[in-house]
């Protein structure tokens, strides 16, 4: 076994009986081994936000969705992050881009441009402009508890990923506008969705290699295309 770290003792110790590791620490190992239960594509969307600051423009927010079936993703940069801008990228960034009726849920956090407090204590779920432009078109709204982020783990994992391989080689390139920009994320997402070869489960089930394919379902659309 290998104990070379205290935090492999502590699990290890907490794996044999003696209860060393929090609340926190218990619930985010739980939630690895746990898969979000979407048994077709847009069954669950998970969606958040962050923000960035990028050269000649300064803070800009990038709101990022993720299939949870097929890992499919959709990124856009905006100037502010409002209930405005959320539908604004669900409605002509997701939605008109896709079959009518197929998402059925999306997942956020708490965040203003998603939820509202105030409304919740006024037992008034409904009355957060995104919430009821979700309801008008048919899609339920989830949100995850306050501080946990490993919920929402797939859009979370694919933040990490555009940071990572798009954002790290970029930050000291100038952008003129916002538009220059999504025009270079928006490529690189058709290639995440389209040439990059995944590995996920439920892709492998499928006999999928890319999102776009499954999400898309190719297999047995080949008319389907991608805009």
């Known amino acids: 076994i290998n104990l070379n770290s205290r935090h492999k003792r502590r699990l290890w110790a907490h794996q044999n009986g003696k209860p060393e590791l929090t609340r926190k620490e218990i619930a985010i190992l ?60 669900v409605k002509n960034h997701m939605l008109k881009n896709m079959p009518e009726g197929k998402l059925k849920r999306i997942l956020s956090d708490q965040g203003t441009e998603f939820y509202s407090a105030r409304h919740k204590q006024a037992n008034d779920l409904v009355n957060h402009e995104f919430t009821k432009f979700l309801i008008t078109n048919a899609i339920v709204h989830s949100v995850t508890k306050v501080a946990h982020p490993w919920t929402n783990g797939y859009v979370e994992r694919l933040n990490q990923t555009i940071w990572q ?63």
């Open 30 to 89: 739980s939630s690895k081994n746990n898969h979000v239960e979407s048994h077709n594509p847009g069954d669950l969307v998970s969606i958040d936000t962050f923000w960035l600051n990028i050269k000649d423009l300064g803070k800009v927010f990038q709101y990022t969705a993720c299939d949870t079936y097929s890992s499919y993703g959709w990124a856009k940069v905006y100037l502010t992050k409002t209930a405005d801008t959320s539908i604004d990228f």
């Open 165 to 227: 391989e798009f954002y790290l080689c970029r930050l000291n390139k100038p952008f003129k506008s916002v538009n220059e920009l999504n025009y270079e994320l928006r490529k690189f997402m058709t290639e995440y969705n389209w040439k990059r070869i995944h590995s996920g489960y439920k892709l492998v089930n499928g006999d999928y290699r890319f999102p776009g394919e499954a999400f898309f379902d190719l297999i047995e659309n080949e008319d389907c295309i991608e805009f």
